[in-house]
Each structure stands twice: as C-alpha cells, then as structure tokens.
C-alpha cells in the first residue's frame, strides 16, 4: 500500500514510465527497471493492457513524465555528482554507475521506496546516497552536506514532478539555496506548469481534470509559473534560466514518430545554471 499523497504522485509517474516502456515505440526514455519497480502485482496489471494508465487521455502526460526523465538524464552526462529533488521510484542510480547519487525525498516516501527495492530485488549501488528531508519545514542542504555532497564540485540537480506541488516562496528559496550552494557550472533541472490560460479549451479542460484529480488524492497544484517571466524570476536570484516548451522538446524528443505521441503546449523544463 502506498503510504502517502506524495507516495501517491511517485508511483503515478513511475506507472506512466511504465506504460511508455511497453506502449510507445521507440520508447523516448529507457528504462529496464521501470516494470520492476512498480512492483509485480501492477507490472501484471501493466502487461494486462487493462490498466487505466493506458487511457488515450492520459498520453500527452505519458509523454511529458518520459521526455523530462530522458532530458535531465541526457544533462547529467558526465556529471560526478547527481541530485534527485523528490527522487520518488526514479531508478537512474540503480541503472547507472560512475555517478554519486542523492535521492532527496519526503521520509515517508524514502522509506516506502526503500522497502520496495528491497521487495522487488533491486540492488542498491554503494553510490547512492538517502538524504530525508521535508522541503516544506527541513534544511536539504544541511541534509546533502551530511550525507557526503561535495558543494565544490559540479553537479546537476534534477526536480522532477515536484514544484507544482509546493508554495511558490518554498520553490523561490530552494532554487535561492541551490545557487548560493552549489559549485559553478551545476545545472538545476524543473518541470512547471504554465498558467492554464495559456491553453486551448481542450488543454484546459483536461488540466483542470488533471488538477482536481491530484488535489482529490491531497496533492494540490499550488504553483504555476509564466514562461515570459520565469527566466527574469531565476536572473534576481543569480541563475540563467532556459526553457524548454512543448515546441523544444517536440523537436528534440519527438520528432518524425508515426505513433501520434505528443505534448501538452502548458508543458515546460527549466534548465537553471550557476554562472562562473
């Protein structure tokens, strides 16, 4: 049983890369662990095609959860140090090697990952370090600092699937702590959403079917963010921010496929750098 909201969210997109596993071809991310660490009850399910993962309404978020995997993974090659912000059921640290991995996540959600490792047979390298912390109320980067972080090395950082789902002021202030931290040239990788006036009524509609879902479960969307204007929000703060939308992406992830796979237009990575 999944123990929390946040435990909620993680296993739904680890279903959704899951999904995009056995349905989209050529998958746009690879990832062998993927079926395994759903477990093998929902793997069954999966393999099934009965699942509601599989519904055509949910394709474009299949899409978007692989493409912000694969685009953070693509930015940590070659990186000696690689953060996960809300590590959830990522598997990049047990399919990777050479790379020293902290998984940053709610206690809650860490403990129930680490018992699902342990269930499913999932060795856990001697690189990954498990960093506990609660970005609402606890100090990541006392956390990262005790568990080995070296802050003067380079390092990217990615935070998938978690900012919509704090306060702003907590998002502004980690990013804060992030480039007053970190060493220069380390990259911060984010998703957002963007304002849903942005979208067609169709998009609309289907965010705001997305949003009462996830606040139904006691995970609300609490912050969207303007494209036009995030980068200037990320300047104050002393990063260069450039983002990625659904056109960027498209070109680099989804070009020339025949299988319909597409993106949401409110879809948006941040890539955030420390300058020199």
Not at 238 to 245: A, E, R, S, T
Request: one cysteine or more; aromatic letters at 8%.
């Amino acid at each position: 049983m999944v123990g929390s909201t946040a435990s909620r969210t993680a296993l739904g997109a680890a279903m959704h890369r899951a999904v995009h596993q056995l349905k989209d071809r050529p998958p746009v991310f690879e990832d062998p662990l993927a079926l395994r660490i759903v477990g093998a009850e929902a793997e069954a399910e999966l393999r099934s095609g009965r699942s509601r993962y599989f519904d055509a309404r949910l394709a474009k978020l299949r899409a978007f959860i692989a493409i912000r995997s694969r685009f953070a993974e693509d930015c940590a090659a070659g990186a000696a140090q690689y953060v996960l912000l809300g590590a959830g059921l990522d598997t990049f640290a047990y399919r990777s090697r050479g790379v020293r991995v902290f998984e940053v996540d709610h206690p809650a959600t860490q403990s129930w990952k680490r018992a699902r490792l342990a269930a499913t047979g999932i060795a856990v390298p001697a690189e990954v370090a498990f960093v506990a912390v609660d970005f609402e109320r606890d100090d990541f980067v006392a956390g990262l600092r005790r568990a080995g972080f070296d802050f003067a090395r380079r390092a990217v950082v990615a935070w998938l699937g978690v900012v919509p789902y704090l306060q702003t002021p907590t998002v502004l202030e980690t990013l804060r702590e992030l480039r007053e931290n970190l060493a220069p040239g380390s990259l911060v990788i984010f998703d957002y959403p963007s304002s849903p006036s942005d979208l067609t009524e169709e998009e609309r509609r289907a965010a705001v079917a997305f949003a009462l879902r996830v606040a139904s479960a006691g995970e609300p969307l609490r912050t969207f963010f303007d494209p036009r204007e995030l980068p200037a929000e990320l300047a104050s703060l002393g990063l260069h921010g450039q983002d990625f939308n659904h056109v960027t992406l498209t070109a680099c992830y989804l070009a020339d496929r025949s299988d319909g796979l597409a993106l949401s237009r409110h879809a948006h990575i941040m890539q955030a750098s420390v300058p020199p």
